[in-house]
């Protein structure tokens, strides 16, 4: 069993199920959810990882927060990692470049693009 | 219509509505909240960062389905709000009020998705943006040194502070606060509690910036966290309230940045949990763990979803309760056999028959009772949304009102709750545009400037009642009378009796002032709030004093999922009538009887009392004359009462009451068919239909 499998880290219930049903479609890809920053850092140790998509805005802790954990710790600084993010704040867009997010995705999304960004990533044809 | 695609882009659809209503009811209750803090002027940066937060989601939500209009509407009031929480405009009540009319133009517009109206709000949409442009202004420049290098953050922490964050962190700065960071290290099973115990202290007592998650000494078992803390307390202060093994508190900025581990005095240094060693078992298992399961179990423990709430929609729970409905039913249909079976002798199955259903009984009303208290939410949630509108509406009539809530816990299904919400709102607005007089009135009649509208709520046997009580001005009987005259609603008011004066309040067209309050912008009259309390059986009754206010009763039932229902038995038919409607029922013989202007009554207490005959009311032939002795069922909904002539009364039953479809609506006088468990299927009885169609025809 070595699925691929994709970390969604947003609050919104609405917006984990269009990024559900946008990934479902691209075939046997795990999707794990996670309703905050802090459940993702609950699951990020006991899963296997090969893609975060994360918002920034988050009641806990902030995407930013979550990608400057991921980067600086070795299990997960590899991990690609896409901030998926109504436009907003261009310094927190910048900020999460720096910090070492791979793509930046507005809300709303359009569901082709982020399928082939996803597939770029993990190397699916 | 239902092809595969479109039911799943309509479920889309639900969901988005339920988020987006859930995140404008919570929008409204901080806007009110807000308002409250700009009167002070001590508004807190995370109320305004959670307004913030709204807003911006549901830009993101409604872009994501294409709805332009709520997504332009929340965009600019995300603008607003984001010029606010970074400290560039200041909260004062013109703001708040154009936030409030955002939100309730945001609310209309969600309203007209969910209710699928084409309306055009293009014009309105455009005033609001209009007035939330007038607010912003330009932004400044940004000032050329930041003070926050001062501090002497780590490049990793200043990194990853949002935009937000980092005004957060000037303003406490700007305002002479101590910045304190508080490192914690703790374990990866357990970090989100024992992390939110932290930062509950901590929000005690400052303001938590940013909570930073890091690397800490053994990545596969501990997860660190820096907090940047601003407060007014000392270093000391703080790291004395939040003193455990695991954190350290380091004042920032203040040159020498001292470091200091925080005594433990309760748990030793030397617990093997607290070392990185362990792994998480061995931790959790060394007892140094918050209290939780810390069993090999903890795996899946950790790996479930921290909100502990599940969203369900009300009609999947309809369904369950109808199939709990139809189980009671099956149990009295087993009863029915048990006691069949000992009247033909077969006595010890029928013990044992009789043994096994009686168990099966008490599951099920303990099942019944689960689900039921799902449906069940607190009143307290219509509170929120009453005390917006009382705000929005005193703040226009310059009047001066208090709305003072009790018994907010009191519950009540869920779909009672949001029947009940738009008849209260408008007893409310009543109260407050013909109850509450002005200040100076109100001064001058010796009484506080300010009004006061009290709502409580509490339980009275399988009711609920909710009251309103103003302490306003009173209801003016005279002048009803004479308005009920003028309209020609009685011939002569001599005996028209206060109690019957305070009922024309209730009949269409109905209207004390001359002018339509702008308020309600409805034009709904006082029987519309009737009607629809009547429509989930709840009765509505007035009291009022001249000079010292009017009090709104409404009795509602608790649920409509499965009711209690009188069984009785008329003409050779049998009849459930809701147990809600019957106040009380009298044994009597026909020498009880008066005839009074053709119509037939009775004498109960002081008052007379109107019959109806069911037979007369359904036209059914009676086979055999009518027993010498019968009963009346005394029917009440809101506030009209009258007595239901029957042949006997055959008990109470729990009954599920199933619809009869279109065809049947023209019949007055039945709500639908109940099962009565024995294959009998009866009809039930729509008391306030009956008694709209006594009245009528009385006339």
Do not use: W
Not at chain 1, 88 to 111: M, Q, T, W
Not at chain 2, 44 to 49: T, V
Not at chain 2, 447 to 463: A, C, L, P
Not at chain 2, 501 to 513: N, Q, Y
Request: glycine letters at 8%.
């Amino acid at each position: 069993m070595n699925t691929t499998s994709i970390l969604i880290a947003d609050d919104s219930t609405t917006t984990r199920a269009m990024l559900v049903s946008t990934i479902e479609s691209m075939g046997d890809i795990r999707i794990i959810e996670a309703s905050s920053g802090f459940e993702a850092l609950r699951l990020l140790p006991r899963e296997k990882v090969d893609l975060i998509l994360t918002d920034i805005n988050m009641p806990d802790i902030n995407g930013l927060e979550l990608i400057s954990f991921i980067r600086n710790n070795p299990n997960y600084k590899d991990i690609p990692v896409f901030i998926i993010s109504t436009e907003g704040s261009r310094k927190d867009i910048e900020k999460g470049k720096e910090l070492g997010a791979n793509e930046y995705v507005v809300k709303p999304f359009d569901p082709v693009r982020l399928q082939e960004l996803i597939a770029s990533y993990l190397h699916l044809s | 219509m239902s092809d595969h695609t479109g039911t799943a882009a309509n479920k889309a659809v639900r969901d988005f509505l339920a988020e987006a209503e859930e995140i404008v009811e919570q929008l409204g209750s901080e806007l009110a909240d807000l308002a409250d803090q700009a009167d002070t002027g001590d508004i807190s940066p995370d109320l305004l960062n959670s307004i913030f937060r709204g807003a911006h989601s549901l830009k993101g939500l409604a872009g994501m389905f294409g709805f332009k209009d709520i997504s332009e509407l929340s965009h600019n009031m995300e603008n607003l709000l984001d010029f606010l929480r970074l400290g560039r405009l200041h909260a004062d009540q013109n703001l708040v009020s154009v936030l409030y009319d955002s939100h309730e133009l945001l609310t209309s517009l969600i309203r007209a998705v969910t209710e699928g109206a084409g309306s055009d709000f293009s014009v309105e949409i455009a005033a609001c943006v209009g007035r939330i442009n007038s607010c912003l202004s330009p932004p400044e420049a940004p000032s050329g040194e930041s003070p926050l290098e001062q501090l002497g953050l780590p490049e990793r922490v200043l990194g990853a502070l949002t935009e937000y964050e980092e005004h957060r962190l000037l303003d406490n700065l700007a305002k002479g606060r101590v910045i304190l960071n508080v490192h914690a290290s703790l374990e990866l099973t357990t970090f989100d509690q024992e992390l939110s115990e932290i930062t509950d202290i901590l929000k005690s007592c400052g303001e938590v910036i940013s909570t930073l998650p890091s690397v800490g000494g053994n990545i596969e078992t501990h997860i660190d966290f820096d907090i940047l803390f601003g407060t007014t307390r000392s270093r000391d202060d703080v790291a004395l309230l939040v003193e455990r093994d695991s954190v350290q508190v380091t004042r920032l900025g203040s040159g020498s940045a001292q470091t200091a581990a925080v005594p433990a005095p309760v748990a030793p240094a030397a617990e093997p949990a607290q070392t990185s060693a362990g792994t998480p078992h061995e931790a959790a298992s060394a007892g140094a763990a918050p209290p939780g399961p810390a069993t090999a179990a903890d795996d899946a423990q950790s790996a479930k979803s921290m909100s502990r709430t599940v969203r369900v929609d009300i009609g999947k729970l309809d369904d369950l309760m109808n199939i709990v409905g139809e189980l009671v039913l099956a149990h009295s249909s087993i009863s029915g056999i048990a006691t069949r079976m000992r009247n033909e002798g077969f006595s010890r199955m029928s013990i044992d028959l009789g043994k096994a259903a009686k168990s099966l009984e008490r599951k099920l009303s303990d099942l019944q009772k689960g689900v039921m208290e799902i449906r069940m939410i607190p009143v307290g949630q219509l509170y929120e949304k009453m005390s917006r509108i009382v705000r929005k509406i005193s703040r226009e009539q310059g009047k001066k009102v208090e709305l003072r809530f009790f018994g907010a816990d009191t519950e009540l299904d869920k779909l009672i709750v949001e029947d009940i919400s738009d008849p209260m709102m408008h007893i409310i607005r009543n109260a407050i545009d013909h109850g509450i007089e002005d200040p100076e009135r109100r001064l001058a009649a010796g009484k506080d400037e300010k009004g006061t509208i009290r709502i409580s709520s509490y339980q009275k046997g399988n009711h609920v009642v909710i009251e309103v009580e103003d302490d306003g001005g009173g209801i003016n009987v005279e002048k009803v009378k004479a308005k009920a005259l003028q309209k020609g609603l009685v011939q002569d008011t001599a005996n028209v009796t206060e109690r019957e004066a305070l009922d024309f309040i209730f009949l269409p067209g109905f209207s004390t002032t001359e002018k339509v309050s702008e308020v309600s912008g409805r034009g709904v009259g006082m029987d519309v709030v009737r009607n629809n309390i009547a429509a989930i059986s709840g009765m509505v009754d007035i009291e009022t004093v001249a000079g010292e206010g009017t009090r709104f009763i409404i009795t509602l039932p608790i649920t409509l999922a499965i009711i209690k229902a009188l069984i009785i038995s008329c003409a050779g038919r049998t009849y459930a009538i809701p147990i809600t409607s019957v106040l009380e029922s009298l044994l009597l013989t026909e020498s009880a009887i008066k005839t009074v202007e053709r119509k037939e009554v009775i004498q109960l207490r002081e008052s007379t009392l109107p019959l109806l005959r069911l037979e007369r009311f359904f036209c059914i032939e009676r086979s055999r004359t009518q027993p010498s002795e019968f009963y009346v069922v005394v029917v009440g909904v809101a506030e009209k009462r009258m007595g239901i002539v029957v042949d006997d009364l055959l008990g109470q039953q729990d009954i599920v009451i199933k619809s009869l479809g279109d065809s049947f609506r023209k019949f007055k006088g039945i709500s639908g068919a109940a099962d009565l468990g024995d294959q009998r299927t009866i009809l039930v009885l729509d008391v306030g239909g009956m008694i709209s169609e006594t009245m009528k025809s009385g006339s």
